[in-house]
């Protein structure tokens, strides 16, 4: 098939995409398909004539938040990944807590504050609390708050992202993520940095955090982070591919985090990770979503 890969973007997560599409280019060049790279710097990108689908390995605004699908859409070219309206909803953080909510999906307890409005909201939890900017990927202004004193400062750098923020309870116990593929949950991984916190440079240094794939849990551990993974895909309308983030707490209780709709694509990465432990390759993983698009369009 001729296929387009779009990567780079406009976000803060542009060197991460970079890495994303050139893995996922080389890919589908090996498993035989006409590969375009398209760095894209602008939203008035082009795409060759007769291309039969589009791989986004775009990460962050403009990628996951609905905008470059509806330029697709307008092209009448099919696309790998969700929707307009499930990628606009999942990349907004405050949006999917709400939907969360509505679907019983469970979600540790968090305040919604926006630029403007006049104090610090608090939360009723301990802390540490976890603020993040609502729509904003890869912990890029993201701070785990360990002292009150320490808010107004988390506070106004998650403003720097976005005019919306959340401020959430930090959930003490494991960080799994378990990838839904289709409609069906592959093995989870868990995520242990070697220091701190999960921030940007462990998700991106290699060798600063340790992945156990697939993860050490009982086969009813297992099942219940499989469950919710894909009841939080289907809650916010996701296609596809997506990456359900959970924190269990030490009395086994799952709380989802968010859900990616365009999960990274690095050597570093963990959908690969997911998928290799399910006996998916990473070149039968870009070939499967290519082809799950290109079917929508009626190209394959």
């Known amino acids: 098939m001729k296929i387009a890969v779009l990567k780079g973007g406009l976000s803060a997560e542009r060197e991460v995409s970079l890495r994303s599409g050139a893995a996922v280019a080389k890919a589908l060049r090996e498993g035989g398909h006409e590969v375009e790279e398209i760095d894209v710097t602008s939203p008035n990108f082009a795409v060759a004539p007769k291309t039969e689908a ?7 605004t403009f990628g996951e938040d609905g905008q470059v699908q509806a330029i697709l859409e307008k092209m009448g070219l099919p696309y790998t990944g969700s929707g307009i309206e499930s990628s606009r909803l999942a990349f907004d953080k405050v949006a999917t807590k709400k939907a969360f909510a509505s679907a019983g999906v469970p979600t540790p307890p968090g305040v919604i504050m926006k630029k403007g409005d006049r104090g610090i909201r608090r939360l ?13 990927g890869s912990s890029v202004g993201v701070t785990i708050v360990r002292r009150e004193e320490d808010l107004e400062q988390a506070a106004k750098l998650a403003f720097e992202s976005d005019d919306e923020i959340l401020i959430e309870a930090f959930i003490h ?15 989870i991984v868990e995520i ?9 440079q462990n998700k991106y240094t290699k060798g600063a955090t340790e992945y156990l794939v697939p993860a050490p849990l009982t086969q009813y551990q297992k099942l219940c982070l499989q469950n919710l993974a894909v009841q939080a895909h289907k809650c916010l309308g996701c296609r596809d591919i997506s ?10 209780q799952n709380f ?17 990770k997911a998928a ?11 070939d ?12 394959a």
Request: hydrophobic content about 40%; some cysteine.
């Open 54 to 60: 589009v791989f986004l390995a775009l990460h962050g």
């Open 124 to 136: 009723k939890q301990d802390l540490p609390w976890v603020v993040k900017p609502s729509r904003q």
């Open 173 to 187: 116990g494991r960080e799994l993520t378990v990838a839904v593929l289709g409609d069906e949950a592959l093995e």
């Open 192 to 200: 242990k940095p070697k220091s701190g916190w999960y921030d940007y």
């Open 243 to 252: 990456r359900v983030d959970v924190r269990m707490d030490p009395n086994d």
């Open 256 to 272: 989802v985090l968010e859900v990616n709709t365009l999960p990274g694509m690095t050597e570093t990465s963990l959908l690969p």
């Open 276 to 286: 290799a432990a399910a006996g998916i390759s990473f070149q039968e993983l870009c």
């Open 288 to 299: 499967r979503l290519v082809r799950m698009a290109a079917r929508r369009g009626g190209r």
